[in-house]
């Protein structure tokens, strides 16, 4: 017989049908998803979770909820807490969704539905170590315990300990502007420390763009930039539509060589021809 979640609570004195699932999986325009915000601020995960669209109040009126994210690097469902739960009130006024940067239910044109959740420590062991199979209804976000598709919820993977993936170093690097924010920490980190040349690629138009970074915050404070503003303040990229661009490095400069920066940019646009194809304009 298949190890199910079911089974898990069972054992732990649990009963299923006191039990919502919850699988978070919704990738915001910031660039965060609830994995992200999980993995770096869990604080801020449980009171993004806290908020729910009133309209399904019945749904989320469950003693406890299993909250489970998308990991993407296996792009399974990874269980991260049991939590009891009280049902609050309407989300108090000037309260901000942490995932969202608006205020929660803004976006269904709604007060959004609080619960106070409160970490239930009798499954502590598993959480950010344990996946299971959703199954096909990926799009039921979320489903009673007892239910049909509650009740197949196999577990597939149980793992040591959570792993982030390991930086592919600057060679390999390429991810898109919208992932920027859900990166791992580490890589976060080795990007803000690091300067020079990066490219920016346009998969609508294949269009593509040679810059520098050498600010304090090196590729990263950079990249962020573009997208806080769609350009960067680049000329070029101001005159067409936002997009969002690939972006990879062509070459890293040690601290010594930051003044060589703005050789080594019009050496890559020459190299590139980013200037007679691409989007440079200078």
Not at 81 to 98: F, K, R, S
Not at 138 to 155: E, M, P, Y
Not at 207 to 222: C, M, P, Q, T
């Amino acid at each position: 017989m298949a190890l199910t979640f079911n089974l898990l609570l069972q054992s732990e004195g649990i009963n299923p049908a006191d039990v919502r699932l919850l699988r978070h999986q919704t990738v915001k325009a910031n660039g965060r998803t609830p994995y992200s915000l999980w993995r770096d601020q869990p604080e801020q995960f449980e009171l993004y979770q806290s908020f729910q669209n009133p309209t399904k109040r019945r749904e989320f009126d469950y003693p406890y909820w299993a909250s489970f994210v998308v990991e993407p690097q296996r792009a399974g469902t990874l269980f991260v807490g049991l939590y009891g739960v009280e049902y609050l009130g309407p989300a108090p006024e000037g309260i901000i969704d942490p995932l969202t940067g608006t205020p929660p239910g803004s976006d269904i044109g709604v007060t959004a539905d609080q619960y106070r959740c409160t970490k239930d420590e009798r499954l502590a062991p598993y959480q950010g170590r344990l996946f299971v199979d959703w199954g096909a209804g990926l799009r039921s976000w979320n489903q009673r315990a007892d239910s049909r598709a509650g009740t197949s919820k196999v577990i597939v993977e149980l793992t040591r300990e959570l792993e982030e993936e390991s930086f592919p170093g600057f060679t390999r690097f390429i991810r898109s502007l919208s992932e920027i924010e859900a990166m791992p920490i580490g890589w976060k980190e080795a990007l803000r420390a690091t300067r020079g040349i990066y490219l920016l690629a346009c998969p609508r138009t294949k269009e593509h763009y040679v810059g520098k970074a050498s600010g304090e915050d090196g590729f990263l404070g950079r990249w962020r930039e573009y997208v806080a503003t769609g350009h960067g303040g680049n000329v070029g990229l101001r005159l067409r539509d936002p997009s969002d661009y690939f972006v990879s490095v062509l070459e890293v400069v040690g601290t010594n060589d930051v003044g060589k920066l703005d050789e080594l940019e019009s050496l890559w646009k020459r190299k590139l021809l980013s200037r007679d194809m691409g989007l440079n304009l200078n």
